[in-house]
């Protein structure tokens, strides 16, 4: 399983407060981040690039969207985990995200507290989820 | 005890009763009081002594702390002794041996001051209570009469004495001392302190090492060892020396009195410490301390402080106070010089322990420290680590020395068999493989795999509960002198603190981000009125920050409807929501939440063998949703981990839940009421007049509870005329609801009868006023049309409404009718009519106030009225009024009154109005379907322009349904065709962009299309 995690995102303060969050809970994991959705393809379509085992991808980017990369992400057979990762909470968002390919939808809190909680249980979902045996 | 004078075989054996009961009772006593109790009834009834006393030293003095005295005894009020005094007490104390006084000549001879605190006491013994060179107080017997001591007695007594001193310090140590107890913890703390004094170089290197992590981990300028003895001694600082000439006893006895980490950001704002020598100096603006512990007594301070104010964070106090533990191990530590080879050099190795301990953040680098620092023990081939954490087991850690080095595989069957030995003692030595195949017999491939033969188990503790093990295996040259289990034992206890730590850190972060959700949630909560939407997000706020999978349950007439399931996983949540419809053990603990009488949590855990994959949770909370004495739902919030959701959680989030969907459900019933209401002083639908198109759109204010004023109608009269009526009702709710039915019906009545507009506005006037209702006033429109072979003639009368607005063809927009009075006010109104001639084509819209007026930034809608409606020109009424509210809506910032608009366009001559099938040729299928309309060919072989609308064949990829019909109508206007396309709403697709260009004039607008060709020949 890889240790890299991708952050698709356009807001430096939710970037840093990613990686401070996620830098407590799991100080071994790669952050990459990429600030759209254009690069964002780029880099999931170089062979070069470590596959990561999942993606953070914010809706609201500029230029080429969060929905619009993910449905060309999906268009291009890129089977990566992708966790949508916005401040919407309203069920029509979460609908759409899912009919693009989503496989799950996590809701930005406002309190770092908060945050890390979410990022730490998202995190180690993911990264258990190949060795997962119910 | 007889009072005889030797000791017979059979006293003997009462006398080795007594005392081994007499331990028993000192060591089994759990506070000062209990033990006083104990040594004063032993003393007097094991001796049959009248009476005992307890003093305690306080520096140079002997308090009185507790005496027993028979009944008939009285007590003596015995204070406070000077320890010079010629006292058999004070004696004993200084000479450290015990005083024995028979008979009354003895006592007159030998302690003359005794006289004049004569009880009426005879014999005594005094009874020092020693605890190694330092006395601590003395035990008092006392005898009304003369009384020899035995030999049994003297032991007995002694032995009484040596046990309550150490009972006393046990006591002391365990934090049971008051405040007259610190007389008893100064000798002991005196001698501690004396005993760790670092007087060999390497360990006030070692303690230098100290104040120089600490220093490092807490980004101080200045940290400092203090011991607190006699006078104070700063075994260490690190950092400017000069910076700190007055950081002196008074901060580390301020620390000290707290008794737990001292923390100022700003110390001349700390009342504690700001008239401090250190403070007012400048030397010490922020200062952290923690008691530096030997055992439970506290003996000093290790601080840092910083000359500028500031802040010290949670991690500061942690890696201050893993210093400060280990502090007194480092200077205990022997000289390096003669060491038994485990311990050689262990005292650095702990101090670097700490570091790596105080930059963990998780267990798993606890553990890795732990299980790294232990094959650094001398002897120690391998070691591992087993951990039971809060959220369960962990796989263990593994390290070892080298790769020739021997090693255990522990795996988790191993380390559960070590939990199961661990249950009594704390450290366990297992030497020779026997012993290891007897402890763990499941284990033996992959024991003798290693040929491992010593092994080394170390209980790992956190807040006192044992949570795992440390193991490690040892070589046979490991001398077996107990050096490495200490040692060992020393690491399991720092990383249990650290584990404590780290718990509480995890604690503190999961209560503030359990806070911050509800203070989230509530928001969520409030912001919407829409129970669906308002818990599909609670929902999904809740995962995963505070469960793995979310459940919520809405209680209808239906039953229980499961209306939003969360999951981390998009495809487990689907799974989730399917499987839990119907699984009989989620439907079970459904049950029982509604089953409790209040919104009692029923812990949940769910193995569903229906649904592999979808459905294991090991823990979790359902809830019903209650509020107001009703019950709404429930909440199920679901965990892989059985303690993740914690009750006080789960049950404050449920009622605020249930409260806000309480709300919600009770503004829905409401809206649902007004709306039905509403709709009842609405026409239910508008008539179908010949000749006519018609449209309205009425909307109550937003998030309005109450029933609008507004209201419209179109009355059909029996000579074949009809009015539009439009109104206003002033204010809200049942009292204008009541008025706006009486005027619509009033009108409705008179203007079937064929009343002209002004008198039925005069008699609805009348009619409100005799209603009496005060304050309560409207205003109307009407426009009566009469159509005929003329053309249309309208008559328009207001009274106080505004004025309709008449859209020509040709674009053209102006106001038509008169002002008149509003009614319900004045017992005479005057509404003047005007009288309007319509042509085919022209449009009157009429509108409340709630259109004109709506506020924008930049004023108000009727600024823009004529320009937004002459922008729609050509527009079916449909499109238009559609068009319209949208930008009323775009438009207005706040404040929504409610509003309607009524539009009436004149249609010239139909020559078609049919579904056709508009693919292939649609121009022939168009003059198919005209023929079949008219069977005399000059009705459309005369009209004006048909021919060329026939021509129009860009229709063929037109504005057509999905299964290419479309609803065509043709008209034929003064100076035009005009033809209309209206698809299918659904299905619609765009018309050509051919078409206008073929046309003279047409447009396409959501599901209509139009296109007017003009007369050539005109």
Not at chain 2, 39 to 57: E, H, I, P
Not at chain 2, 900 to 925: N, S, T, W
Request: one cysteine or more.
């Amino acid at each position: 399983m890889s240790d890299v995690l991708v952050l698709v995102e356009d807001s430096e303060e939710d970037v840093e407060a990613v990686r401070r969050a996620l830098g407590k809970s799991h100080p071994a994991l790669i952050v990459e981040w990429l600030p759209d959705g254009v690069t964002l393809l780029a880099r999931m379509t170089s062979e070069a690039a470590p596959r990561p085992f999942l993606i953070l991808l914010d809706l609201n980017l500029p230029g080429f969207g969060g929905h619009a990369a993910l449905t060309e992400l999906r268009n291009r057979a890129c089977d990566a985990a992708v966790v949508v990762f916005t401040s919407s909470s309203s069920s029509r968002d979460v609908d759409d995200a899912y009919a693009a390919g989503a496989d799950g939808y996590l809701v930005k809190p406002v309190s770092f507290e908060l945050l890390q909680q979410a990022l730490e249980h998202t995190v180690t979902y993911w990264l258990q989820r190949g060795d997962r045996r119910w | 005890m007889t009072a005889g004078g030797t000791v017979t075989g059979e006293n003997v054996q009462d006398l080795v009763t007594r005392l081994r009961l007499l331990a028993v009772a000192c060591t089994q006593v759990e506070s000062i009081d209990d033990l006083m109790g104990v040594a004063l009834a032993q003393s007097a009834a094991g001796c049959d002594a009248t009476g005992a006393v307890l003093f305690l030293r306080r520096g140079d003095a002997l308090v009185n702390v507790g005496s027993c005295w028979l009944p008939e005894a009285t007590e003596p009020r015995w204070g406070e002794l000077r320890l010079e005094a010629d006292l058999p007490l004070c004696v004993a104390v200084r000479t450290q041996r015990a005083v024995w006084v028979s008979t009354a000549a003895e006592r007159r001879r030998r302690f003359p001051a005794l006289a004049e605190r004569s009880q009426g006491f005879v014999a005594t013994a005094s009874l020092p209570l020693r605890r190694g060179d330092h006395v601590l107080g003395v035990l008092g017997v006392a005898y009304r009469g003369p009384h020899e001591f035995t030999s049994a007695e003297r032991l007995f007594l002694a032995t009484l004495a040596q046990q309550v001193a150490e009972a006393l310090v046990r006591l002391a140590d365990a934090g049971q001392a008051s405040e007259w107890q610190l007389s008893l913890q100064e000798p002991t703390r005196r001698a501690v302190i004396e005993s760790l004094r670092p007087t060999a170089p390497t360990r006030r290197a070692h303690a230098d090492r100290i104040t120089a992590l600490a220093g490092r981990l807490c980004a101080a300028p200045v940290a400092q060892l203090t011991l607190l003895g006699a006078q104070e001694v700063v075994v260490s600082t690190h950092g400017s020396a000069a910076s700190v000439p007055s950081l002196k006893r008074s901060l580390t006895d301020v620390a000290l009195r707290e008794g737990a980490p001292l923390r100022i950001s700003d110390a001349t704002r700390d009342k504690r410490v700001a008239a401090l020598p250190a403070v007012t100096s400048g030397a010490v603006h922020a200062y952290l301390g923690v008691p530096v512990r030997h055992g439970n007594l506290a003996i000093g301070t290790l601080s840092v402080s910083d000359t500028r104010p500031r802040e010290w964070g949670d991690d500061h106090v942690d890696s201050l106070t893993l210093l400060a533990e280990v502090a007194v191990d480092v200077l205990a530590a022997p000289a390096a010089n003669g060491d038994a080879a485990p311990n050689r050099g262990w005292a650095p190795r702990l101090v670097d322990f700490v570091a790596d301990l105080a930059a963990s953040d998780n267990a798993t680098q606890v553990l890795q420290a732990l299980v790294t620092a232990a094959v650094d023990t001398g002897g120690v081939d391998s070691a591992a680590a087993v951990y039971r954490s809060r959220a369960g087991a962990a796989a263990p850690t593994h390290a070892s020395s080298g790769p020739h080095r021997r090693r255990w595989p522990v795996d988790e069957s191993a380390a559960r068999a070590v939990e199961r030995r661990l249950t009594t003692s704390s450290v366990t030595r297992l030497c020779g493989a026997d012993a290891l195949l007897t402890a763990f017999p499941d284990q033996l491939p992959a024991i003798e795999a290693s040929q491992v033969t010593d092994l080394i188990v170390v209980s790992l503790r956190r807040q006192g509960e044992q949570v795992g093990a440390l193991l490690a295996t040892v070589s046979d040259v490991l001398p077996l002198d107990g050096g490495a289990d200490r040692f060992l034992s020393r690491l399991a206890a720092l990383a249990g603190s650290a584990l404590t730590r780290i718990v509480a850190q995890r604690e503190q972060v999961e209560a503030r981000a359990r806070l911050a959700f509800l203070a989230e949630a509530s928001l969520v909560l409030d912001a919407n009125l829409d129970v669906d939407e308002t818990l599909h997000r609670l929902a999904r706020m809740a995962v995963p920050p505070v469960a793995d999978a979310c459940l919520v349950y809405l209680r209808g007439n239906g039953g229980l409807e499961l209306v939003a399931v969360t999951h981390v996983d998009a495809s487990i949540e689907a799974g989730l929501r399917a499987h839990a419809v119907h699984c009989p053990a989620i439907a079970g603990h459904l049950g029982s939440a509604f089953g409790s009488t209040d919104s009692q949590l029923i812990p949940a855990g769910c193995d569903c063998a229906a649904a592999p994959g979808v459905w294991r949770y090991g823990g979790g909370q359902v809830v019903a949703l209650r509020a107001r004495g009703r019950v709404l739902g429930a909440m199920w919030l679901a965990s892989e981990q059985e303690q993740r959701i914690d009750g006080l959680f789960t049950s404050s989030l449920a009622q605020r839940a249930a409260l806000a969907l309480d709300n919600a459900l009770l503004y829905r019933e409401r809206r649902r009421a007004v709306i039905a209401l509403q709709s009842r002083l609405l026409p239910p639908r508008l008539p179908r007049l010949v000749g006519f198109d018609l449209a309205a759109w009425y909307e109550v204010a937003d998030a309005s509870l109450d029933v609008g004023g507004d209201f419209y109608d179109v009355v059909p009269a029996a000579d074949g005329s009809f009015t539009l009526v439009i109104g206003d009702v002033c204010g809200r709710g049942a009292e204008a609801a009541s008025i706006t039915g009486l005027a619509r019906h009033t009108l409705r009545v008179l203007l079937e009868d064929g009343w002209a507009p002004a008198a039925a506005l005069s008699r609805l006037n009348k009619a409100l006023l005799s209603e009496a209702v005060p304050r309560r006033f409207c205003t109307v429109l009407l426009i009566t049309m009469l159509p005929s072979e003329a053309g249309v003639e309208a008559t328009i009368a207001s009274g106080g409404h505004p004025l309709p607005l008449l859209l020509r063809r040709s674009g053209e927009v102006t106001e038509v009718g008169r002002p008149g009075h509003l009614l319900g006010v004045l017992p005479t109104v005057r509404n003047r009519e005007t009288d309007l001639k319509l042509e085919p084509g022209d449009t009157i819209v009429l509108y409340t106030d709630g259109v004109s007026e709506a506020r924008g930034t930049d004023g108000m809608f009727e600024d823009r009225l004529h320009a937004e409606v002459r922008a729609r020109a050509g527009l079916p009424p449909g499109e238009l009024v559609g068009g319209l509210r949208r930008a009323v809506t775009r438009y207005r910032q706040s404040g929504a009154d409610d509003m309607a608009m009524l539009a009436i366009r004149v249609r010239g001559r139909e020559l078609l109005h049919a579904d056709l099938q508009l693919d292939g040729d649609p121009a022939a299928r168009l003059d198919e379907a005209l023929r079949a309309a008219h069977p005399d060919p000059t009705d459309v072989d005369q009209t004006p322009g048909l021919d060329r609308l026939l021509r129009a064949s860009g229709l063929n990829n037109g504005f057509v349904g999905g299964d290419g019909t479309a609803e065509v109508v043709i008209e034929e206007l003064p100076d035009a065709i005009r033809i209309e396309v209206v698809a299918p709403a659904r299905d619609a697709t765009p018309l050509a962009p051919a078409v206008p260009h073929i046309l003279d004039g047409g447009g396409v607008h959501s599901s209509v299309a139009w296109a007017e060709v003009r007369h050539r020949d005109e």
